[in-house]
């Protein structure tokens, strides 16, 4: 995935936008990135209250080495701002990426931060082993985070098996965590199962937490479908169950229940132009046993070549809420302009 990030030379810049009382689109927080084989930067900035625009957060990565056959060693640097624009320390992250001779893979992230002398010490790692074996691939990642005492210890685990079938795949996974008397048990379970069939690709997916008395729970299910049409559109239905709706709880609810609704559709148009609208609804917070008329984010995608053979994808986002008065007004914006440079 990282080496993907790090592939063909790549430009991208993106503004979002909020709106007013008054229906006027206000400038928001601003995205540049740059990307190529040898490294990529990317820096978020917003407006300050005096109008100057000013960083919130940066973030640089630098290909240390790379042997071509999936040895990689990459150093990233984020730095966070205060409201001025003044830098706080630096978080340094180390990612190792190498395959074993029996053909597994190791990936190792070493995070530091600086201390009030601006020394950096090892603050967390984690070690993921990756192994494939026929139709199975089955992952194990440890978290380790730093103590009082200077040393680290193991906090989390995570087991992942995932396995190739006729149809589609299926997904099992186990997260621990450590508790106070240092024992790991199961925080959390997640099991998927995707499946194709024609022109739809069904994904069931289902999580469960463990409750005050450590008993695992239903948490979330969500049930998704996705229909790809012969002219290169898509229509994309998701139900969403649970006992919360959004970040309240759902006071009705004995059992987990249908909370939201998502309907996405892409279409393509001859001159290549991708339009994206998504559609979602949920129950009302202040009434559950009721859901909310449907919002609305649209997107608009143009992608072409220019003469110099580069790549331009500029994409236009409106997101839109539901006054009280069960009008669609538009609420946020973004729009973007991405550049890939041909492969030489």
Known sequence: MLAAALGQQRTQQTTTFTVDPNGRRVEAASYAERSSPSGSQKVETTRSINGRRVPLESAEDKVLSDDGRGNR??????????????????????????????????????????????????????????????????????????TLNGGLELVEKTSRLERKTQSGAEVEATTYQRDLNGNLNVASTQSMVKTARGNQETTDSTIYIAGPDGKLQLSTRTVGTVTRKADGGLVEEVDVYGRGVGYAADANATAPRLQQQ?????????????????????????DPSRFGNFERVAETTIVSTDAEGRQIKQSATDVSRRSPSGELKPAEAAVSTTITLPKR
């Open 73 to 146: 060693t990459v150093e990233r640097v984020v730095r966070r701002f205060d409201a001025n624009g003044n830098p706080g320390p630096a978080e340094r992250v180390r990612i190792e990426e190498r395959v074993n001779p029996d053909g597994s893979k190791t990936i190792l992230n070493s995070v530091y931060r600086e201390d009030l002398n601006g020394r950096p010490q090892l603050q967390e790692r984690s070690v993921t082993e990756i192994r494939e074996q026929g139709d199975r691939t089955q992952s194990v990642t440890t978290v380790q985070r730093g």
């Open 262 to 286: 998502v309907l996405r559709e892409r279409t393509l148009a001859a001159d290549g132009t991708i339009s994206e609208v998504t559609s979602v609804r949920q129950r009302m917070p202040n």
